[in-house]
């Protein structure tokens, strides 16, 4: 049976950090790529990261570039992301999604979702 779950989420000062990370089950992470999404309330899910099966290349949203960095444990069948330098807009549920071999900007291309997680960065 095939499960992503994430957790890490939480509320956050501005310019804090958080971890989150995505337990998969069910798959490989040899052979699938997990990207990293998000969705605020009002608008549409974006890209946040990915980190790739193939060659582990991890490309970044511009917005996030700098400040998050993404990384997997593959004895933990554990895909991570941490957050540093949090702003308001980054306030938002966060979703791992698996796809095939490499990584897709178009999130159609993600066959596995975890149930999110929220992120609310405040003050």
């Known amino acids: 049976q095939v499960q992503l779950v994430e957790s890490g989420g939480g509320l956050v000062q501005p310019g804090g950090s958080l971890r989150l990370s995505c337990a998969v089950s069910?798959?490989?992470?040899?052979?699938?790529?997990i990207g990293w999404f998000r969705q605020a309330p009002g608008k549409e899910r974006e890209g946040v990261s990915c980190?790739?099966?193939?060659?582990?290349?991890?490309p970044y949203a511009s917005s996030v570039k700098g400040r998050f960095t993404i990384s997997r444990d593959k004895a933990k069948n554990t895909v991570y992301l941490q957050m540093t330098s949090l702003k308001p807009e980054d306030t938002a549920v966060y979703y791992c999604?698996?796809?095939?071999?490499?990584?897709?900007?178009?999130?159609?291309?993600?066959?596995?979702w975890g149930q999110g997680t929220q992120v609310t960065v405040s003050s």
């Open positions: 980190i790739s099966s193939s060659d582990g290349s991890t």
């Open positions: 069910g798959f490989s992470l040899n052979d699938f790529s």
């Open positions: 999604a698996a796809s095939r071999y490499v990584c897709y900007s178009d999130d159609q291309q993600y066959i596995y």
